[in-house]
């Protein structure tokens, strides 16, 4: 799956997008993803598309992404899982979740620690109102290629155990406009792909 990154793009560029046929779009801010859905509420070339988040997700805006989104790809820890599974409207099929891996384990970083991640994958497949559909991962920038690889086939290993556990699960999420050629060669099924799609992002203003 390609999911286009549309931080701080216009919804004129994303209903284009759209209209050329790409359906995935991803937000990092809850708040701005609520802005663009409403912006693009009456655009028929932006009927019918899937929403994923896939910024660092506040307990706060919980309730609300959980509305929004059609997959939140950034659970992190089981404070959320809760929280998402109980605003999930019930006229909308269940939310498609993936934890989200910090696969170099970098300070910086969000995502739950590597032996942690079938531990929070068990607790989103309990709940009814959520769908375990993978892992998500941002390995560490490296300039030597390998370096990424080996952090990708990290991920793919943690994917298969995971996998191999849940049924469901099908989704790896890696990958960006500056390598995800390296990592579709170790498996990911949905690279997150944003300048190469739209350029450089506009100047705020």
Known sequence: MLLAVCKGQPAEAVAALAAAG?????????????????ALSGDPRAQG?????????????AALAATLFDWVQTVDRAKLVPLLAAARPADRPPLNVLVQVNIDDEASKHGCRPEDAAALADLVAAQPRLALRGLMAIPAPAEDPAARRAAF??????????????????????????????AIAEGATLVRVGTALFGARPPKA
């Open 22 to 38: 790409q359906r995935d779009f991803g937000d990092n801010y809850v708040q701005e993803a609520q802005a663009r859905q409403v």
């Open 49 to 61: 598309l899937a929403w994923h988040l896939i910024g660092a997700l506040q307990s706060n805006k």
């Open 153 to 182: 086939a990290r991920m793919r290993a943690l994917f298969d155990a995971i996998a191999a556990r849940h049924p469901g699960v099908d989704t790896l999420s890696m990958g960006m406009s500056d390598d995800f050629e390296l």
